[in-house]
């Protein structure tokens, strides 16, 4: 699926004054205030309010099925930034019966400065933009979350 249809509709056909490259961009309504469609922001709102709800409860999963069957690959991978570091060990069998240890390691091993980031945004966007719609609002909720 694609994001933000309706705010892409006018840039495809080139009856939109923001250029397609700037529009296009995830950040652009947070970092170039590019405003979205109507329908898109309540969209948006409307995603990234399940996607905390799933978070509070629990359910990363889900909320990461959230962002990818929404056309947003980038939030869920920007959501896995929040996942532990740890390293595992797999026994794997060789073909004379014997058994391999593979060492493999998950999560990120930079998360407390991911979660610095989270705290950094939320701040900013509950500062700067506090007044300027739902999605904003959402946006600083989810990020005040994973700070948490």
């Not at 892409?8 to 080139?14: E, F, G, I, R």
């Not at 709800?53 to 930034?81: K, Y």
């Not at 610095?116 to 990020?143: D, F, M, P």
Request: aromatic residues 6%; charged residues 25%.
């Amino acid at each position: 699926d694609t994001m933000w249809k309706q705010t892409l509709s006018p840039v495809y056909q080139h009856l939109s004054p923001i250029p397609a490259n700037e529009s296009l961009d995830p950040d652009a309504p947070l970092k170039k205030r590019v405003k979205l469609h109507k329908a898109d922001e309540e969209d948006d709102a409307t995603l990234l309010q399940a996607v905390l709800s799933c978070m509070q409860s629990g359910n990363m999963d889900q909320a990461l099925n959230l962002c990818r069957e929404a056309g947003q690959h980038w939030r869920a991978g920007s959501l896995l930034g929040g996942q532990l570091h740890d390293v595992i060990f797999e026994e794997d069998e060789e073909q004379d019966g014997g058994v391999i240890l593979t060492k493999r390691q998950i999560g990120n091993p930079n998360r407390s400065l991911w979660k610095k980031q989270c705290q950094q945004l939320a701040y900013k966007l509950y500062t700067q933009y506090s007044n300027e719609g739902l999605v904003r609002e959402k946006h600083q909720n989810l990020h005040g979350c994973v700070y948490e």
